[in-house]
């Protein structure tokens, strides 16, 4: 029998505000336990840019609703033709479809200023699990404490490496290394994976300078 894209609920996930990139880790996890056919059409998406400043809508973490993220992770997983968002952070639907996700979330690039412009560094869930890593430095603070309380169980890594998030949040295409995927701008993302819609028809959600 195949699965519906909301076999996944949120009350199936490990959730730990503020550390999303972790939280996307455990979804992919959970996959390749109980649904390995799955595992294989899911891909994990950073959101970020050169100057760690991007806005998405409709976050919970903001009773507006727009955070100003230094990034962002997603998972996205293919079913049929169409590809489905799993946004633990989302005030949308769990999941929604990816181009729901942008016209709500992401919005056109039009009217936003230079340094909030976006990109998407895409990898494979099975990449990912094996080679992501974090020693959680990134939310410390100087007096050692962190900025959110982070995840009770022991940091994440692998043989080869304690922390790599900074790799994985980088917008550069520069490393050797295939298992940090592929980096795209705004309007090849939308190419390759939302080919039926037109940069131009996306909604304007708008952060403007002032």
Known sequence: MSLEPNFLS???????????EENVWNICDYLRRKFSALFHK????FISNENNSVPIWKQKANHSGLVIWD?????????????Y??????????????????????GSEKSI????????RVISAKCYLEHFASDRTHMLKEDGTYFSPP???????TPHSKNNLDIYRSMKNDSDCDHFGSVYCFSDFLTHF??????????DLCVKDN
């Open 10 to 20: 949120k009350s199936d996930c490990i959730y730990t505000p503020c550390f999303c």
């Open 42 to 45: 899911c891909v994990v998406v």
């Open 151 to 157: 995840p009770k169980y022991p940091c994440i890594s």
């Open 113 to 120: 200023k230079a340094d909030y412009r976006r990109k998407f």
């Open 71 to 83: 990034y962002h992770v997603l998972v996205v997983i293919l079913f049929g033709n169409e590809y």
């Open 194 to 203: 939302l080919p039926d819609v037109q940069l131009a028809n996306l909604p």
């Open 85 to 106: 968002v799993y946004d633990l952070d989302s005030l949308l639907d769990f999941p929604s479809t990816l181009k729901e996700y942008f016209e709500k979330a992401i």
